[in-house]
């Protein structure tokens, strides 16, 4: 059987992280067993689903790379196919009609509660003769579940799971309005698209019980079940915006790349030996479903915002001036992209995140206010000093290994060291006291911008 997973997100809010989790993982395990990697937007609740949560998800997975190998398919525009094979379960006598009005169900619902017992269907429309229906009740077709024996799942992350039959009810899997089920339309869907895996959240797990049932009356091969953990936050509960940021494109937002993400959401809870730097070529040769782990994982955020560093130091420097560029407002001119541009390797090596590296570049396109603490730097006898500097500087070409040997001779022919000639110059070009190296930074800005910004605070 060809491999092809699928990822299938019902577009009823953002693109959660653990969502974006899921599709990764079903993105590798296509990828490494060189099958396809397929997209089913699980819009059948109308009144929830919305266009643009559906935008939202498209949108979070070209982000993230994880575009699929075919146009997604809608699960809304299934609904007749979804009927049929209701009809045909019905005809083939693995499904019933039940003509039980809401009321009946509200009271078997209330009487077993009064009585302790789970409220279950109680199946008083299985052998009845449908010619006894009540007048004006649109039934609902629902399957005959085998009430004997056990429903075995053999999940290849949760190993073998059981349920006794008689736990479970006859399921509806067409409502009187012949809408399909949510647990029906995604059998139907996975076995028409093929799907040989079926990679998700281990919340899905009791769903898949029932959904083996179908598999079974429609005499249909099941795909192979694969039930991830959840992400926790750090107190154990289920990851929710109390924790932080938890929708993609929140995380694109606060500046994290998107194979930095990739990265931290494959080591959740998934594992190769040591490697925690995986790229997404070493993540599709190692991936496989053997390395998820059965607990809970738990998002921590210091650690994600750490390896977004190290991605950082590693991404092309014209991409990070790029997306430096688009984050600027007032959108900066080219003359300050070129600045920003040569002072990339530098800057990348000091941010951990894009916001981080946008708010350190920004020097380059206006001059800032002062920092306390470059404001303390800059007292009577810096601001004399750089006075002479700027004399100094102004006949040495503005670049980088000339202006180094000229700082340093400048602070030998002045009796200081060189960084007490570098801080109050940084303190004059960049507002601040942190930057990369001093002469990166005036040769970033050119002689022109360089002297201007120290004439402004010499006297
Ligand atoms: N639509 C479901 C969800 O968003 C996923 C169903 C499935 O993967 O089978 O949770």
């Not at 009430?147 to 409502?175: F, K, M, P, S, W």
């Not at 599709?284 to 650690?303: S, T």
């Not at 560093?309 to 001036?321: E, F, I, K, N, Q």
Request: net charge neutral; aromatic share 6%.
């Amino acid at each position: 059987m060809p491999i092809r997973t699928r990822f299938a997100p019902s577009p009823t809010g953002l693109l959660h992280i653990g969502g974006a989790r899921t599709a990764l993982f079903n993105y590798l395990f296509s990828r490494h067993h060189g099958g396809a990697f397929l997209l089913r937007i699980e819009d059948t609740d109308r009144a929830r689903s919305t266009p643009e949560a559906t935008r939202v998800i498209l949108e979070g997975l070209e982000w993230l790379g994880l575009v699929p190998d075919e146009p997604p398919l809608y699960q809304s525009t299934r609904a007749a196919r979804h009927a049929e094979v209701a009809r045909e379960m019905l005809a083939a006598g693995r499904a019933y009609q039940c003509f039980c009005t809401a009321e009946e169900l509200a009271a078997m619902r209330a009487q077993a509660i009064a009585e302790g017992r789970p409220p279950r269907y109680d199946g008083r429309w299985r052998d009845r003769d449908p010619r006894e229906a009540p007048p004006g009740v649109a039934p609902t077709i629902r399957l005959r579940a085998p009430r004997e024996g056990e429903t075995l799942v053999r999940d290849l992350v949760q190993g073998e799971v059981r349920v006794a039959n008689a736990e479970l009810d006859d399921l509806i899997l067409l409502r009187s309005d012949a809408s399909p089920t949510y647990l029906h339309a995604v059998v139907v869907d996975d076995h028409d698209m093929a799907i040989s895996h079926v990679i998700r959240g281990d919340d899905h797990l009791t769903n898949t019980f029932r959904q083996a049932q179908i598999y079974q009356a429609m005499g249909w091969e099941a795909p192979h079940f694969a039930h991830i953990p959840l992400i926790h936050g750090a107190d154990g509960a289920k990851l929710s915006k109390r924790h932080g940021a938890v929708s993609v494109l929140e995380f694109r937002e606060q500046g994290f790349l998107p194979e930095a993400l990739c990265n931290y959401l494959l080591r959740l809870g998934w594992g190769h030996g040591d490697a925690e730097i995986l790229s997404r070529e070493a993540a599709i040769e190692l991936f496989d479903l053997g390395g998820v782990g059965r607990a809970a994982a738990r998002m921590d955020y210091a650690k994600l915002t750490h390896l977004n560093g190290v991605w950082l130091r590693r991404a092309d420097p014209d991409r990070l001036t790029d997306e430096v560029m688009r984050r600027l407002t007032p959108p900066p001119d080219e003359a300050a992209r070129e600045r920003i541009a040569a002072l990339m390797p530098g800057l990348r090596e000091r941010a951990k995140t894009l916001v981080e590296l946008t708010d350190n570049a920004a020097f380059l396109v206006r001059m800032p206010p002062l920092s306390p603490k470059a404001a303390a730097l800059l007292d009577a006898p810096a601001r004399r000093m750089l006075a002479a500097l700027a004399a100094a500087l102004q006949t040495v070409p503005f670049e980088p290994a000339a202006l180094d040997a000229a700082l340093r001779a400048f602070a030998a022919a002045e009796g200081r060291k060189l960084g007490e000639v570098a801080q109050p110059l940084r303190a004059a070009l960049t507002g601040s006291t942190s930057s990369p190296g001093i002469e990166a930074v005036l040769a970033a800005l050119g002689a022109e911008a360089a002297l201007a910004r120290i004439r402004a605070v010499a006297t």
